[in-house]
């Protein structure tokens, strides 16, 4: 059964700041992996997808990169800004049971 | 852009009630999804349906039923609500495909008393 993990937790930073959120997967048999973004009390937005083939995927301060053979991915967030503050989470699909989402990682960027 | 949508943000109903929630999308999406989450438990999978009239349980699908009568349209329901099921639920749909990204609805907060 695939399982995901996201480190850290929690995290908490000053404006500027880049920074880096981490994703962890058991099974490297999959077909994608999602990230999203939740703001308190919403839904969930699709950040970035990166499919299996791919390496890495980009949109606008936002990179996403992807190593099946080892089971990670990993989000890079340039230029932090109070506005990202939220919770991101990374989902992965291996064509069975939907997605499987990690616990996510809580994003406070201080002004 | 893909729109998929909850017909309510919140709701307060009482333990023993039938409840339902819909969710309708508007891409054709064959996919649909409904998760619950709450704090420490992350999101779990309920049902999903990958076409119309087809079902297919989830995770915690215990206290839940889905309906898909129509491609756009995947309805929840809790046959006798509980306090458990106290939670904010998720819809989600997505095109058939193993590299396909998934959209998700706003959420809707029920609360049972």
């Known amino acids: 059964k695939q399982e995901v993990t996201q480190i850290p937790a929690a995290l908490s930073v000053p404006e500027g700041e880049n920074l880096v959120l981490n994703c962890s997967f058991t099974?490297?048999?999959?077909?994608?992996l999602q990230w999203f973004r939740q703001d308190p009390g919403k839904g969930l937005t699709s950040l970035l997808l990166?499919?299996?083939?791919?390496r890495e995927q980009t949109s606008g301060r936002l990179n996403a990169s992807l190593d099946k053979s080892s089971g990670r991915s990993t989000l890079y967030i340039a230029a932090s800004q109070p506005g990202d503050s939220a919770t991101y989470l990374c989902?992965?699909?291996?064509?069975?049971?939907?997605?499987?989402f990690g616990s996510g990682t809580r994003l406070q960027v201080q002004p | 852009d893909v729109k998929v949508t909850q017909s309510s943000r919140y709701l307060v109903k009482r333990t023993g009630e039938k409840v339902f929630l819909e969710c309708v999308q508007d891409m054709d999406h064959e996919n649909m999804f409904w998760y619950r989450q709450d704090p420490g438990l992350g999101l779990r999978l309920i049902y999903f349906s990958y076409d119309v009239k087809m079902k297919e349980k989830g995770d915690i699908p215990e206290g839940y039923s889905v309906s898909r009568e129509k491609k756009e349209r995947f309805s929840l329901i809790l046959e006798s609500a509980s306090t458990n099921q106290t939670s904010m639920y998720l819809c989600a749909s997505s095109p058939t495909g193993a590299n396909t990204e998934a959209f998700f609805g706003q959420g809707t907060r029920l609360t049972v008393v």
């Open positions: 099974d490297s048999a999959i077909y994608n």
């Open positions: 990166i499919q299996s083939s791919q």
């Open positions: 989902a992965a699909y291996t064509g069975r049971r939907a997605l499987t």
